[in-house]
């Protein structure tokens, strides 16, 4: 049995379009055990919460934005495999922009989200891959949240899929399920950068 996992991004749920999609492809598959989780917004409790998830190490994590993020910290952690969307890189600099408090529409929660949450992102952010090559990484020019370009930088040896426009949902992303399953339940031994 192969175990997925999924991160959503920051201010969203395992309710979101992408977390569906990809629950329902994957579910079709044999063998394979698919959890997407529901984050609390800051980030040491969110990292509680991933802490408890990974003591059975999953195969490999799929990560939409912070949770691209929050997938490397886990891979680089206990070596699996990874798919980012549209990740953010260096997240303490962007969310910085989004102090507040948020309310989870599944945890049911309110959570303030504070300056001392940029530090411990920051804390968390791997300096360096390992083995860039057990990424998948997913970007659309276009995001208008996240320049694609610090991911492109960050990720270099990685599979890297630059497809021109689209924006930070990713768009057509259920068309990439495939190509993200096979990635993630299969070894990949080598990365390139292919622009579409």
Do not use: W
């Not at 990292?47 to 691209?68: K, N």
């Not at 411990?120 to 020019?141: G, I």
């Amino acid at each position: 049995m192969q175990r997925i996992l999924y991160l959503h991004g920051f201010a969203s749920s395992s309710l979101s379009t992408k977390a569906v999609q990809t629950q329902a492809y994957f579910a079709a598959l044999p063998n394979v055990h698919f959890q997407a989780l529901d984050l609390p917004y800051t980030p040491d409790a969110a990292m509680q919460v991933l802490e408890q998830a990974i003591v059975q190490p999953p195969t490999a994590i799929i990560g939409s934005s912070l949770g691209g993020f929050l997938a490397t910290v886990l891979a680089e952690r206990i070596g699996c495999r990874a798919c980012v969307i549209n990740p953010a890189v260096a997240p303490h600099r962007v969310l910085s922009q989004f102090l507040g408090e948020y309310e989870h529409p599944v945890l049911q929660q309110r959570y303030q989200v504070q300056a001392q949450h940029m530090q411990q992102l920051e804390a968390l952010m791997p300096m360096q891959l390992q083995q860039p090559s057990r990424y998948l990484v997913l970007l659309q020019s276009g995001d208008e949240v996240l320049d694609y370009r610090l991911a492109v930088d960050y990720y270099q040896g990685a599979q890297v899929q630059l497809v021109t426009g689209g924006d930070h949902s990713f768009i057509g992303y259920q068309d990439y399920l495939p190509h993200i399953a096979d990635f993630c339940l299969q070894p990949q031994e080598t990365g390139s950068q292919i622009t579409v």
